[in-house]
């Protein structure tokens, strides 16, 4: 760490615990968690993120992928930064009784992205306050859509980041207690995709089924030979994931039904691992459904849900990551080597195009109870306290890495930042 560091920006998580930040995230916060909306359809919420933008005076693109907002803070010069946050609540309806309880039916931010935002809108106050020491452009990211749909995939394909060299992206742990991270280089999160199949036979009375090609049992068939893949076909130290989640047919006892439908994820921490197993998933639907006379149609649906790459960390942005957040936090509270888990991010799909890192942020409540606080669960609470280092991990991460790869480039002049976008 450069002493240049240590002197202009070592203050930044008594920046971000000092009241005037600490409420005014709080409120922020509360007020994204009282109105969540689903993927591509964050309009307030984007139009919550434009207004405090304006009122910091931080330029923005929008609307970036329907209703992504992308900022820049700094020069407009190279080199050039990203921290991203999502914007997207589930269709979940929320079980906590609190003041500041969802106020849509059936949709919750059950897996924190209203902190996201709200972190990464009071890491943008912190270094639009420093913005004079900055050595290049913070580009912020607030991307829509993460739930399912690759909202990253969209921002990508919209050109905007084509000159960041370097993106980081956090989630919120409520497994892990408040001022801990975890993190790790290399894999973190699973490669993730769908699969339906459609079945067909030919249905007929129940009580002949000579007369009927029955796509149930074909169907039951096909399930128990997909197990297969993981337990024989896959090496067991490479961990592989097929579920099949969904299963659908017939709607009474004494009737063969036409088709059966059947659907579930595949997860692996290799592109080749994960190429492999999309493979041969469709071959053992097709195949085995033949052997029980029965057709079989595979559909991966790339179309409304992508699959989305394994998240892998490059390795010099978590030699980069570490001495951060152990110079913010202490060594104690860095564990920089956090088991993998079979989750999927499209934070991965910036990781397509260019060094990428993602890392894990405690939120943990003192009342928390694993099995119901988790993410995605109606039941999670998010412990506030952890905010202030999410926020002050940004603004350090962005401005050390542009003061380490700070560039007199010959040039640099014709790229700023309302050219390029
Ligand atoms: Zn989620
Ligand atoms: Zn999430």
């Known amino acids: 760490m ?31 968690h009282e109105n969540p909306e689903l993927g591509y359809e964050e309009f307030e919420t984007s139009k919550l993120i434009r207004s405090e933008l304006d009122k ?19 020069t407009g010069l190279p080199p050039f930064v990203a921290l991203r946050a999502d914007m997207d609540a589930l269709p979940i309806q929320e079980m906590v009784e609190w003041e500041h309880k969802s106020k849509v039916a059936g949709k919750m931010h059950a897996c924190g992205h209203d902190a996201h935002v709200t972190m990464l809108l009071a890491a943008a106050k912190i ?15 607030f991307q829509p859509a993460e739930e399912g749909s690759g909202g990253a995939k969209k921002i990508i394909e919209s050109g905007v980041l084509k000159s960041v060299t370097a993106i980081f992206g956090l989630h919120v742990v409520p497994e892990l207690p408040v001022g801990e991270v975890g993190c790790k280089s290399g894999p973190i999160l699973a490669g993730s ?30 399930i128990i030979s997909l197990q297969y893949l993981v337990s024989r076909e896959a090496d067991p130290l490479d961990s592989q994931v097929v579920t099949v989640a969904k299963f659908q047919g017939g709607s009474t006892f004494n009737v063969i039904p036409d088709y059966v439908t059947i659907g579930g994820t595949y997860r692996a921490f290799s592109k080749q691992s994960f190429n492999h197993l999309r ?18 149609t595979v559909d991966f649906l790339d ?32 564990n920089s080597a ?32 694993p099995s119901e606080s988790s993410l995605h669960s109606p039941y999670l609470e ?16 962005a401005s050390t890495y542009l003061l380490k790869h700070q560039q007199n480039m010959p040039g640099a002049t014709d790229t700023k930042y309302h050219d390029e976008v």
């Open 2 to 32: 450069s002493s240049f560091f240590k002197f202009k920006f070592n203050n930044f998580l008594d920046i971000a615990k000092s009241p005037e930040v600490f409420d005014w995230m709080m409120s922020m916060r509360r007020k994204i």
């Open 338 to 369: 956090v088991t993998p888990s079979m989750g999927a991010e499209d934070f991965s799909f910036y990781q397509e195009v260019m060094p990428g890192y993602f890392f894990m942020l405690g939120v943990q409540n003192a009342s928390h109870n």
């Open 303 to 334: 179309d409304v849900k992508p699959s989305y790459p394994p998240t892998v960390n490059d390795s010099n942005l978590h030699e980069h990551f570490v001495n951060v957040a152990v110079n913010m936090l202490g060594i104690n509270k860095v």
């Open 193 to 222: 995709g769908s699969f339906e199949a459609k079945i067909r036979g030919k249905g007929g009375h129940a009580a002949v089924p000579q007369h009927s090609i029955d796509p149930i049992l074909a169907a039951s068939n096909v």
């Open 56 to 74: 910091m005076d931080i330029p923005y693109k929008h609307p970036v992928a329907i209703t992504g907002v992308i900022g820049y803070i700094g």
């Open 382 to 397: 998010i412990n506030e306290d952890g905010f202030p280092y999410g926020a002050a991990l940004h603004a350090s991460l």
């Open 127 to 141: 270094l639009k306050h420093h913005e004079k020491e900055i050595q290049g452009t913070v580009v912020l990211v």
């Open 279 to 296: 493979q041969r998933i469709e071959q053992i639907i097709v195949g085995q459904a033949a052997v029980h006379r029965c057709n079989a």
